[in-house]
């Protein structure tokens, strides 16, 4: 590894996006698949019952950059819970899109 990359042990998270605007960390880690497994049971400790309408989507991000400076990069859409438990809608429910910057 240069020291270009980033050596951060957290590169990875997920965001749910509220509507109108905000944000809720749900989650990260120091893999992708890590997040997508801790996401939906942190679902229902992060987000508050009357908040869960107000979620339109889950922002699976990546660290772009150095530790010290950089930027969260959108990677693709998680599927959004449908319960407090954390049981997720089938991901065809849920558009994937892949950064290209």
């Given at each position: 590894m240069s020291m270009s990359e980033s050596t951060a042990a957290q590169d990875w998270r997920a965001i749910a996006c509220l509507a109108p605007t905000g944000e809720r960390l749900l989650c990260y880690g120091g893999s992708s698949?890590?997040?997508?497994a801790a996401y939906a049971g942190a679902w229902g400790e992060v987000i508050r019952d009357e908040d869960r309408p107000t979620v339109k989507a889950i922002s699976l991000q990546?660290?772009?950059?150095?530790?010290?400076?950089?930027?969260?990069?959108?990677?693709?859409?998680?599927?959004?819970?449908?319960?407090?438990?954390?049981?997720?809608?089938?991901?065809?429910?849920?558009?994937?899109?892949?950064?290209?910057?």
């Amino acid at each position: 590894m240069s020291m270009s990359e980033s050596t951060a042990a957290q590169d990875w998270r997920a965001i749910a996006c509220l509507a109108p605007t905000g944000e809720r960390l749900l989650c990260y880690g120091g893999s992708s698949a890590q997040v997508r497994a801790a996401y939906a049971g942190a679902w229902g400790e992060v987000i508050r019952d009357e908040d869960r309408p107000t979620v339109k989507a889950i922002s699976l991000q990546r660290w772009a950059g150095l530790a010290w400076a950089g930027q969260w990069e959108h990677q693709t859409y998680l599927a959004v819970p449908a319960t407090r438990g954390g049981k997720s809608t089938p991901p065809e429910a849920t558009p994937e899109v892949v950064s290209t910057s």
